[in-house]
C-alpha cells in the first residue's frame, strides 16, 4: 500500500491550540526586579488525535519513525520582549522490549532542550508529553517602564507529512495580562 493512500484512510479533525495562558509570578514588580512568567499551551485535534499506538505501528512499519513539532512561542507588549526561537520536539517511534509497556512498538519523546529521551508510560502520557508545552520567561521590567503594561503571549506551531497526517500548522495567542511596573 501506498503511502498516499495510508494518509487517506483516516479523517483527523483539523488540529488547534488551546489553553494558551501566560502566568504571572507577581502582578506588580519594581523596575530592578524581573518578571517571571509561565507561558503554556495544548495541541488538540488531528496531531493528538493521530498520536496513538495503534498509529504507531503503522507507521512504524511504513518506516516512518520520527515526528518533529517545531514551535515558537513569544511574549509581547506591543513589542517583542521575548521569544524561544524556533524549538523542535520530536516523538521517535520504536520496537520495545519492555514487558512493561503495553505494545510493542512505543513512542520517546525528546524534548527541545536536548536532554535524555522520556518513555512514557502510557498512552495518554505520551500524548501528554508531546503535545503539552510549558515555557518559562524571565523580563528585565525596565524593559518595560513604570506602569501598568499588558502582556499576550503568540504560539506558533508547525508539523510535517506522515504516514498518517498532512502537514499543518497552527497559531494562537493568549488573553492578555496585566503587570504593574513601580
Known sequence: MSLLDRRGEYSWQP??????????????????????????????GGL?????????????????????????TTVSSGKRLATTGKEVRRARFYWSR??????????AIVREDGGAPIIPSSADDARAEFLDVVKRFEIPAGSLGKG???????????????????????????????????
Request: net charge positive.
Open 48 to 72: 493528538r488525535d493521530s498520536f496513538t499506538p495503534s498509529v504507531w505501528t503503522l507507521a512504524w512499519e511504513d518506516n516512518d519513525k520520527l515526528v518533529r513539532l517545531a514551535m515558537e
Open 98 to 107: 519492555d514487558p512493561d509497556l503495553p505494545y510493542r512498538i512505543w513512542s
Open 15 to 44: 488540529t488547534t491550540l488551546a489553553d494558551v495562558k501566560i502566568i504571572l509570578d507577581k502582578g506588580t514588580v519594581s523596575s530592578g526586579e524581573d518578571i517571571g512568567m509561565t507561558v503554556g499551551f495544548r495541541v488538540l
Open 148 to 182: 501598568s503594561h499588558r502582556l499576550t503571549a503568540t504560539v506558533d506551531v508547525k508539523w510535517g507529512r506522515r504516514t498518517y497526517i498532512e502537514k499543518g500548522k497552527a497559531s494562537a495567542k493568549s488573553k492578555p495580562v496585566e503587570v504593574k511596573v513601580e
